[in-house]
Nanobody, 121 residues
Framework: QVQLVESGGGLVRSGGSLKLSCAGS????????MGWFRQSLGKEREFVAA??????LYDDSVKGRFAISRDNSNHTLYLQMSSLQPEDTAIYYC????????????????WGQGTQVTVSS
């Protein structure tokens, strides 16, 4: 069984930075793609970024502002967020998939419970 636990969310002012972490446990292999999604109030869950090995994938809305990385030795995924804007406010979810990075949420097999990020103007 795979478990994912996000942390690092909080309240930040516009233009600020936050770093999210996702600790994985169970049978997570380095070959798994891991990704970040987010869901704001009244909207569907949307893709943010994903990574497997050196391959990364970003949504256009976060390119140049967010950076995804992972530490396979301890199954931890990170999302460094910079130049945050109020529209980045959402619950951020970590996910894992048995395959390459893709933006479709249906591709991912395992999900965390999410961490709230709130950006004030």
């Amino acid at each position: 069984q795979v478990q994912l636990v996000e942390s690092g969310g909080g309240l930040v002012r516009s233009g600020g930075s936050l770093k999210l972490s996702c600790a994985g446990s169970g049978r997570i292999f380095s070959s798994y793609a891991m990704g970040w999604f987010r869901q704001s109030l009244g909207k569907e869950r949307e893709f943010v970024a994903a990574i497997r090995w050196s391959d990364t994938l970003y949504d256009d809305s976060v390119k140049g502002r967010f950076a995804i990385s992972r530490d396979n030795s301890n199954h931890t995924l990170y999302l460094q967020m910079s130049s945050l804007q109020p529209e980045d406010t959402a619950i951020y979810y970590c996910a894992a998939a048995r395959g390459e990075p893709r933006p479709q949420r249906e591709w991912y097999d395992f999900w965390g419970q999410g961490t709230q990020v709130t950006v004030s103007s």
